[in-house]
């Protein structure tokens, strides 16, 4: 058997993708990540991402500090969440109470146990 390194390849460079490479190449697993479309508004599915608490936690695990911070920095803060028309009226708002009863995402690392 050959004792070359482990090299991952990525298929789909969404957030999920992206984050396992992070968190691959943290642990010094080569990585390649392979996305479908060729630019960043090839398929434009709106203006932003809802990210559970698990999904931060993950995304605290295996981004660089920096990344994370910037991460932090430009998300907006936990709360409901809405369902949106094409011109960005509110169509439904689901209380996060209902979503997530028993915790809340995780903010900057410091808090992190």
Known sequence: MSSSPLHVMVVGGGIGGLC???GLKRAGVGVAVYERDRTSIDRLQGYRLHINPAG???LNECLPSA???AFVATAGEPGNFAFLS???EELAVVGEGIMYPETRPIRPRAIMP
């Open 86 to 88: 094409e011109n960005l």
């Open 56 to 58: 931060s936690r993950a």
């Open 20 to 22: 396992l490479a992070q």
């Open 67 to 69: 990344v994370w911070e």
